[in-house]
């Protein structure tokens, strides 16, 4: 049983920062590759950014890269997202995610994913 809890969203101007949470209810955290995912209003569940057990290996979607960065405390059992230089069309429900296979993180394929958290960026 995997049980994730996104906090840490709201609302920002485009230009500001925002860093998400995501505390992990799992007896082997260091086990699951990790990563977030993000849905727009009337729009399909989309990748955002993966990374491996260790935190040695990260993955990003196009749009992210450069401006998001996603890293974990296995000691907390906690994956973050830090987000920088919103923009409006990063707007969307932000989900974590887990998965048991890096490959499967890496391509955007995940077995389990929390309840989200709302972003919004004002332009």
């Known amino acids: 049983q995997v049980q994730l809890l996104e906090s840490g969203g709201g609302l920002v101007q485009a230009g500001g920062s925002l860093r998400l949470s995501c505390a992990a209810s799992?007896?082997?955290?260091?086990?699951?590759?990790m990563g977030w995912l993000r849905q727009a209003p009337g729009e399909e569940r989309d990748f955002v950014a993966a990374?491996?057990?260790?935190?040695?290996?990260?993955y990003y979607a196009d749009s992210v890269k450069g401006r998001f960065t996603i890293s974990r405390d296995n000691a907390k059992n906690t994956v973050y997202l830090q987000m920088n230089s919103l923009k409006p069309e990063d707007t969307a429900v932000y989900y974590c995610?887990?998965?048991?296979?890096?490959?499967?993180?890496?391509?955007?394929?995940?077995?389990?994913w929390g309840q989200g958290t709302q972003v919004t960026v004002s332009s």
């Open positions: 799992v007896r082997t955290f260091s086990s699951y590759p």
């Open positions: 990374i491996s057990t260790s935190g040695l290996n990260t």
């Open positions: 995610a887990a998965t048991i296979y890096e490959n499967y993180a890496s391509k955007g394929t995940f077995l389990y």
